[in-house]
C-alpha cells in the first residue's frame, strides 16, 4: 500500500489542477494521496469528483504558522472544513497572501527585478498567491534559473532582500484548531534548513505534549542524518512519522509517492480524525 500525505494542487501553488493530481496519483501507483493546499480546501470537490477507482483522497491544508520568527507549516488531515473557528483562521492568514505578494514584488522592484503583479497574478491563477509564484516570476524573467534558487537570502527566504512577512498562526493555536475541527496535525518538514531557521526539538516536545499527532519525516528537505535523528526525536516523543512528496507538480523537482507513509500509521491517522473521512475513488471523471 503506497501512501503519500502532501500535495498541492492550482488551489494554492501547485502547478497540477485537483483532478489531474488525482489522477497522476493514480498513474503513478498510489493507493492514498492527501491533498494539503496551502491554507485552502477549495481544491477539495473538484478531487472528490475526479478520484479515480482504487484511490482514495485523504482531505487537508497545510496550515501556515509562525513562533518565536521561524515560519513552519502544520500538515491538518482530516478535519471538519466548515468548523467556524478553524475557517475563520484559514481565511485571516488567506487574505493576507496578496497584500504580502503585493509587497514583495514592490521590493523586487527597488532591486532592479522588472516583475509585475500582473505576471504573478497570471502565475497564480486561480490559486492562493504565494512565494512559488513570485518565485516563477523570478525564473520567467531569468533571475533565477529555478523556484527553488529563489529562495535565498538574495531573494524570498525568510528574511532576503525581497522577503515580507504574512499574517500565520501560532503553532499552539493551530493544533487546539485543527484538534478542535476533528483534525490530525502533523509538523510538515520541520528540519528543512534550507528554507530558513527550524524550530529546536525543545519547540517540538512542547508542541507533542499540546497534542501534536507527528512530524513529516521522510521529506525530499531531509538527507539521512537528519531522517534518522527526527525518527528518534519522534520516537522519544510517541509522535507519528510520517513521510510526503510534498508535490507541486512541475515547480518542483520531487515526484509523487518520491516518500510513502507506513499504512499502520495511516490507520492511526483515520482512526484518531473525526472531522471527515477518507473518500474512496469512485472512477471519476
Not at 31 to 48: K, N, P, Q, S, Y
Request: with cysteine; charged share 25%; hydrophobic share 40%.
Amino acid at each position: 500500500m503506497r501512501i503519500d500525505l502532501h500535495t498541492h494542487s492550482t488551489a494554492s501553488d501547485g502547478t497540477d489542477s485537483p483532478a489531474e493530481l488525482v489522477r497522476k496519483a493514480a498513474a503513478a501507483g498510489l493507493d492514498v494521496v492527501a491533498l494539503t493546499d496551502h491554507d485552502t480546501t477549495r481544491g477539495h470537490a473538484e478531487a472528490v469528483a475526479a478520484l479515480p477507482e482504487g484511490l482514495t483522497l485523504v482531505t487537508g491544508a497545510e496550515l501556515s504558522c509562525r513562533i518565536d520568527g521561524i515560519s513552519m507549516h502544520m500538515l491538518a488531515y482530516l478535519f471538519d472544513p466548515e468548523e467556524p473557528a478553524l475557517l475563520a483562521e484559514r481565511e485571516l492568514v488567506r487574505d493576507d497572501r496578496v497584500p504580502r505578494a503585493r509587497a514583495m514584488v514592490a521590493r523586487l522592484n527597488e532591486l532592479g527585478v522588472p516583475v509585475t503583479w500582473e505576471q504573478v497574478a497570471r502565475i497564480a491563477g486561480d490559486g492562493s498567491v504565494g512565494r512559488p509564484h513570485v518565485a516563477s516570476a523570478l525564473v520567467e524573467l531569468g533571475v533565477v534559473p529555478t523556484v527553488g534558487d529563489a529562495f535565498s537570502a538574495d531573494w524570498l527566504a525568510d528574511g532576503g532582500r525581497a522577503f515580507v512577512e504574512k499574517h500565520e498562526t501560532d503553532p499552539f493555536e493551530a493544533i487546539r484548531l485543527i484538534k478542535g475541527a476533528g483534525g490530525v496535525v502533523v509538523f510538515a518538514h520541520p528540519a528543512a534548513a534550507k528554507r530558513g531557521r527550524t524550530v529546536p526539538d525543545t519547540v517540538i516536545a512542547d508542541l507533542a505534549a499540546a497534542g501534536l499527532d507527528g512530524i513529516e519525516v521522510d521529506h525530499m528537505d531531509h538527507d539521512a542524518d537528519t531522517r534518522v535523528r527526527l525518527a528518534a526525536t519522534a520516537k522519544e516523543l510517541g509522535l507519528l512519522v510520517t513521510g510526503s512528496s510534498d508535490y507541486h507538480g512541475s515547480r518542483k523537482t520531487c515526484v509523487l509517492g518520491e516518500y510513502t507513509t507506513d499504512p499502520e500509521v495511516y490507520g492511526e491517522i483515520t482512526r484518531r480524525a473525526h472531522g471527515a473521512f477518507p473518500v474512496p475513488g469512485a472512477g471519476g471523471a
